[in-house]
C-alpha cells in the first residue's frame, strides 16, 4: 500500500484553460475527499464519494468545477474554464468503512497555478 | 456554522524547549478532533484524534492534546521540540456521524530555533 497518490503534482495554466486532477485513492478505501488549500489557509471541503456516488459538494464547488469516481477507485476533478483565482493546492484523501469513525489519509496535493 | 481558529500563525521555539499550538472550535455538538502536520511536499499526517472519554490523548511524534469541553479548546502539546517538528500544524473537526467532512484551521507554522 502506497497511501493516497495524486498526479499531475504541479500544473500552470493560462486562464481559460481546462484543467484535470486524478487522485488515486488507498486501494479498497471506499470513501475519497477533495479539499482545496489556499496560500495562508487550511484546507476546505470540496466534495466527496462514497464509491462512485457523490455524496456532497460544498458551495465552493461552481459549475465550472466537476468531479467523478466512475468505478468507485481513481477519481478525477476538472476545472472548466480557470481563473486566476482557482490558483491553489488540491488535496485528495481517502478513508474506510472501519469502526465509529474512519481516518482521512491525505495525498501530496497537486498544486495549481493560473496565469 | 462549524469553525476553527488556530489564532497563532506562527511560532518559534528553541530545539528542545516545550511547545503548545492554541486551537479553539466552534460546533453545534460535540465533535471528533483531530491534530494534522504539514510538511513542505507533503501530504497532511494525522498527529491525533479525540472521539471520547479520556480528555488527554496521546499520539505520534511524543505529541498530546487535551480536551477542554468548558473552554471549546483542544491544545496540541510536545514536552521537547526536536528541530524536525518544523512543519505547519493544523487543527480540525469532524461531526461525529461516519465519514463526513473535516473543518479545519487555518494553520500554525512552527519554527524551531538551535
Known amino acids: 500500500d502506497t497511501g493516497v497518490s495524486q498526479n499531475p503534482r504541479h500544473k500552470i495554466t493560462k486562464r481559460g484553460q481546462n484543467v484535470t486532477f486524478r487522485c488515486d485513492p488507498i486501494?479498497?478505501?471506499?470513501?475519497l475527499y477533495w479539499y482545496r488549500q489556499t496560500l495562508g489557509q487550511g484546507p476546505e471541503f470540496l466534495t466527496y464519494?462514497?464509491?462512485?456516488?457523490?455524496?456532497?459538494k460544498s458551495r465552493l464547488l461552481s459549475d465550472r468545477f466537476s468531479a467523478e469516481r466512475p468505478k468507485g477507485s481513481f477519481s478525477t476533478l476538472e476545472i472548466q474554464r480557470t481563473e486566476q483565482g482557482d490558483s491553489a493546492m488540491y488535496l485528495c484523501?481517502?478513508?474506510?468503512?472501519?469502526?465509529?469513525?474512519?481516518?482521512?489519509?491525505f495525498g501530496p496535493g497537486t498544486r495549481l497555478t493560473v496565469l | 456554522a462549524q469553525s476553527v481558529t488556530q489564532p497563532d500563525i506562527h511560532i518559534t521555539v528553541s530545539e528542545g524547549a516545550s511547545l503548545e499550538l492554541r486551537c479553539n472550535y466552534s460546533?453545534?455538538?460535540?465533535?471528533?478532533l483531530f491534530w494534522y502536520v504539514q510538511s513542505p511536499g507533503q501530504g497532511l499526517q494525522l498527529l491525533l484524534k479525540?472521539?471520547?472519554?479520556?480528555?488527554l490523548v496521546q499520539g505520534i511524534k511524543g505529541f498530546e492534546a487535551e480536551f477542554k469541553r468548558s473552554q471549546s479548546s483542544f491544545n496540541l502539546r510536545k514536552p521537547s521540540v526536536h528541530w524536525s517538528d518544523a512543519a505547519e500544524y493544523f487543527c480540525?473537526?469532524?461531526?461525529?456521524?461516519?465519514?463526513?467532512?473535516?473543518?479545519f484551521g487555518a494553520g500554525t507554522i512552527l519554527r524551531v530555533k538551535s
Open positions: 484523501a481517502s478513508s474506510s468503512r472501519d469502526g465509529q469513525y474512519n481516518e482521512q489519509f
Open positions: 486501494s479498497e478505501h471506499n470513501r
Open positions: 464519494f462514497q464509491n462512485e456516488a457523490q455524496l456532497e
Open positions: 460546533y453545534g455538538a460535540t465533535p471528533y
Open positions: 479525540y472521539f471520547s472519554g479520556d480528555t
Open positions: 480540525a473537526v469532524g461531526p461525529m456521524e461516519y465519514g463526513n467532512k473535516l473543518v
